[in-house]
C-alpha cells in the first residue's frame, strides 16, 4: 500500500501551474488520503492557482498508481496502467454526457513528477458510506438517516448503475475495453480471464471450490444478455450521497469492462447480502429487500434480468478469488490480522449460490 507522504506539493503544483496556463501559479495543500489500496492510491488536495484572470481555490482528487500489481486482473492490454485505463473510462463517460461521474481535469501517463502515473480529477462533495465498520453496523446511514433517506440510497444508486447499463458505450469511445472475439462472447472471454487469474495466485490454484465453481460458470454460461458498460465494482459504497440520500457520483473504475449488465446487478446484490444477511444483521427502516432491488433496477433498466443465479455464482466466485489473492498480499506484508485462506468469510456465499443455480439440496 501506498501513502501521500511521498508526494511532494511543489512538484504537484508546478505540474498543474503548467496544465492551468503559462501565466498561472499553483499551490497545493491540505493532503487527505482517504483510504489506501493495493493498486491505486486516492488523495484529495487543495489547489490555490492564480493568473491574470484572478485566483481560484478548489478541491480535487489525485489518483496514483499504487506500488504493487492490480488486484483486478487487467482488463484490456491497451492501458499502460490501472490509473490510465480509469481515466480514459471516464473520458469515455463525460463524453457521453453522463452526469454521475467525476470530471478529469488531466492526467500523467508517466512517473514525473510524482514518482507514478496519476490522473486528478474534480472533487465531488458529499457522503460515502463506510466498509468498515460496514455503514449498517454504526454511523450516519444506522443512526442519522431517514427510512426515506436510506431508501433514496438503494434506489438512486440502482438507478445510477441502471444509467451506466444504458449508455451506449460504443458512440462513447469505448469499444477497447471490449474483450470479445468473432468466436467468444465477452463472457466467454472473461471467464478465460478469471480463469488465468486463479491459475497465477497459488492460493486460488490450490482452491476446490473456486476450480468447481470456475468449471461450472465455464459450462453453464448462458447466451446473452446483450453487453453493457459494467462498472466492475458496483457496490453502494462507491458511490457520493447527498444529504437527502440521492447518489452525485460513481467512483472506482478500475474494473470495468464490457459485459451484461447481471454482471454488475449480481455483484451489488452479493455485497448487500453479505452486509446484512450474511453478517447476521437486520434490515434497516427503509431499506429494501434484494427481491425490491431487483424489481426496482430493472424497472430502471428497461428489461427484466436475465440468468441472475449464473451471475450471482460469477461475483461470488470473483470475491473469494479476489479475496484469497488479498490475504495473500497482506501475509507478505506482515499484516497479522490480515485474514486467512482458510478462513474465507465468503466462501459460504459462493457455496450457496453454486447450490442454487446448479439445483444441488
Known amino acids: 500500500m501506498s501513502s501521500s507522504s511521498d508526494l511532494h506539493t511543489g512538484d504537484l503544483g508546478l505540474w498543474l501551474a503548467e496544465r492551468f496556463g503559462s501565466n498561472a501559479s499553483v499551490s497545493v495543500s491540505d493532503l487527505q488520503s482517504p483510504k489506501a489500496g493495493f493498486s491505486n492510491e486516492t488523495i484529495f488536495f487543495r489547489a490555490l492557482s492564480k493568473d491574470d484572470h484572478g485566483e481560484s481555490d ?98 438512486t444508486g440502482l438507478a445510477a448503475m441502471a444509467g451506466v447499463h444504458r449508455l451506449d458505450w460504443r458512440a462513447a469511445g469505448l469499444k477497447w475495453l471490449d474483450r470479445s472475439t468473432p468466436d467468444a462472447s465477452p463472457m466467454d472471454c472473461q471467464l478465460t480471464l478469471w480463469r488465468d487469474y486463479v491459475e497465477s495466485v497459488p492460493d486460488c490454484r490450490e482452491n476446490p471450490l473456486l476450480e468447481r465453481s470456475l468449471s461450472w460458470l465455464e459450462r453453464e454460461r448462458p447466451s446473452g444478455p446483450e453487453p453493457a458498460l459494467s462498472w466492475g465494482d458496483a457496490r453502494i459504497q462507491n458511490m457520493i450521497f447527498d444529504d437527502d440520500g440521492v447518489c452525485r457520483s460513481i467512483v472506482d473504475w478500475e474494473g ?34 434484494q427481491d425490491e432491488q431487483i424489481a426496482w433496477y430493472e424497472g430502471q433498466l428497461g428489461r427484466p434480468t436475465r440468468d441472475l443465479p449464473y451471475y450471482r455464482v ?31 468469510p465468503y466462501e459460504p456465499m459462493l457455496a450457496e449460490a453454486l447450490e442454487r443455480a446448479s439445483g444441488v439440496g
Open 58 to 155: 478548489r478541491r480535487y482528487v489525485l489518483r496514483r498508481a499504487g506500488t504493487g500489481t492490480a488486484i483486478y486482473p487487467v482488463q484490456t492490454r491497451e492501458m499502460p496502467s490501472s490509473v490510465a485505463m480509469q481515466s480514459r473510462v471516464l473520458r469515455g463517460l463525460a463524453s457521453a454526457r453522463f452526469r454521475l461521474s467525476p470530471r478529469v481535469i488531466a492526467e500523467e501517463p508517466t512517473d514525473q513528477p510524482l514518482g507514478r502515473p496519476f490522473f486528478i480529477m474534480d472533487f465531488v462533495e458529499g457522503r460515502v458510506l463506510p466498509d468498515f465498520p460496514s455503514y449498517v453496523a454504526e454511523g450516519f446511514f444506522r443512526d442519522e438517516a431517514t427510512p426515506s433517506v436510506r431508501k433514496s440510497h438503494t434506489e
Open 314 to 344: 460469477f461475483a461470488a466466485f470473483r470475491t473469494v478469488a479476489l479475496m484469497i489473492s488479498t490475504f495473500d498480499r497482506l501475509a507478505a506484508m506482515g499484516v497479522a490480522d490480515g485474514g486467512s485462506t482458510s478462513d474465507n
Open 256 to 289: 470495468a469492462a464490457i459485459l451484461p449488465p447481471e454482471v454488475d446487478l449480481a455483484w451489488w446484490l452479493g455485497v448487500d447480502h453479505f452486509i446484512h444477511e450474511g453478517s447476521g444483521v437486520e434490515r434497516l427502516s427503509g431499506e429494501l429487500s
